[in-house]
């Protein structure tokens, strides 16, 4: 039995079917619209539906064989994640940038060497390191790691990451953003070297999942 | 993990060997408080450790080295001078999938003392080498005493040396700092697009146009860094050949006589390095008299540079192909200030690795 994984709900589920429908693979959900559970119309592939913060883990485990879910999150998730899964395609949705966004006020500041300057003078003058919220741990510290940037800690934000420096539980932030909107009406402004990530939708390969089946089943959804 | 009764007897035998040259030896908690290390190593040390919560404590952290709470343990209740030792495991985490471990023993000693700096350096590295003799690992030292205080001396403001002491654990943003401040680097488009913003007003009046004060950095924050940045666009560029001295102390590689002579020459020049250099004499003498060649003991200045940043002198290592270091260690003085609240001793000590020990003779 293959098993593809496939985000539970929302946007990312509808196209992730278009996406496999349209090659011939057809996806529908289930029972009631409330009931987490979905039916593929082909012999011997089960479809499972996962939160898309659970498929990498679930890839990685081999617990399921291909998977649907952002680039960002398997980056974030796996250590060595080209080690532990392999892109199969890009599904052309889901087009999201992780960047480090400040508050707009923030006039000395537009980059990453500000970020840092201004880090080291907040950390002396409040007593502790500037905060930056995020969900986005291992990507956002390698991030600054690599540029230099000291003096910062992170804060785990798992929603509404835009309020925490409203909230003042957090002095930056790094999230995922499309179109910006939702930074500038939270008066936000985006570092303009801070593009960590330009994540999209993607089909995963389970590094564990080497069966023939599975070859023939990627043959045909490439329309080979 | 069949090699770990091989593993403990070795760290066995060195921790008896520590305690025979003088060291008291101490206990170090497993489960630490997490605060001290993070403010300590910041966002770095969670890469690398594991941090758990407590219900009661908060969060807390496996050991992820030994020295933080020796170091606390002597400042809060220490002999001085003072020299322990101790045998155990430190978990680090790996991001990599191979075999590196995260669990493994350390067997350390470390010297709290403030008569003669020079001798402690000698006492432990040759204590080290001695340990080592016949280990199949390449010995090498380096003093980041004498990057420090190259930049001390520099020509710039206090502030441009702030900025470069502050970085001189991160080899790359150092020399980046480094480029832009002596000019070798040109003014990056989006701080002269800044620069020029804030020409057309106050501060005050430029927050306020750009959006609504939120978050805890306030409008003096911002107001005292654009001050900083408009003095730092007048000030002058770190003259050429001061900076071309630096560059060439940060790649300095050579046999330790040598750099040693290397250094001696080019003091004229730079004059804030002589006491740091001075130092370096003393400690070569130091490691002569204990019988280390150090006519062929390889000298990296930078060594030490990219580690957990709270070497600031001697630091050196026992490297061995293809795996980490069999041995590593230095001096941290600022460390014991920083964890004395207000007390501080110099201090100078090293970590064995059984584990690597083991491996490489085998």
Known sequence: MIKIGVPSKGRLMEQTFEWFSARGLKMQKSGSEREYSGHVAAEG???????????????????????????????????????????????????????????????????????????????????????????????????????????????????????????????????????????????????????????????????????????????????? | MTQKPAIRAEGARLFAAFQAAGAVPVEADILLPAETLLDLYGEDIRARAYVTTDPLQGEMMLRPDFTVPVVQAHMAHGADPARYCYLGEVFRKQEHLGNRPSEYLQVGFEVFDRAAPAEADAEVFALFAGLLDGVRARPVMGDIGILMAAVQGLDTTARRKAALLRHIWRPGRFRQLLDRFSGRAAVPEARAALLERLATGTPEALISAAGPMIGMRAVEDIAERAAALIEDAGTKPIAAPEAALLYDLLGLQAPAEAALAHLRGITFMLPSIAPAVDNFAARLEALRARGVDVARLPFQAGLGRTTMEYYDGFTFSFDVEGLPAVASGGRYDALTAVLGQGRSIPAVGGVIRPEVLVQVRA
């Open chain 1, 45 to 224: 592939v089960e479809l499972v539906l996962l939160s898309a913060g659970e498929i990498p883990r679930e890839l990685a485990a081999g617990r399921i064989d291909l998977g649907v879910t952002g680039s960002d999150l398997v980056r974030d998730k796996l250590a060595d994640w080209q080690v532990q899964v392999s892109e199969v395609a890009a599904l052309g949705f889901g087009h999201a940038d992780l960047i480090i966004a400040v508050p707009a006020a923030w006039i000395d500041v537009d980059t990453l060497d500000d970020l840092d300057a201004a880090a080291a003078a907040f950390r002396v003058r409040h007593g502790h390191r500037l905060r930056i919220a995020t969900k986005y741990h291992r990507l956002v510290r390698d991030f600054l790691t690599a540029y230099g940037v000291a003096d910062y800690q992170l804060v785990d934000s798992q929603g509404a990451t835009e309020a925490t420096v409203k909230n003042l539980t957090a002095e930056a932030i790094a999230d995922i953003t499309s179109s910006g909107e939702t930074l500038r009406a939270n008066h936000l402004k985006v570092l303009s070297d801070s593009l960590i990530l330009q994540s999209q939708a993607m089909l995963f390969r389970s590094a564990l999942s080497t069966s023939a089946e599975v070859d023939a089943l990627l043959r045909r959804l490439s329309g080979g």
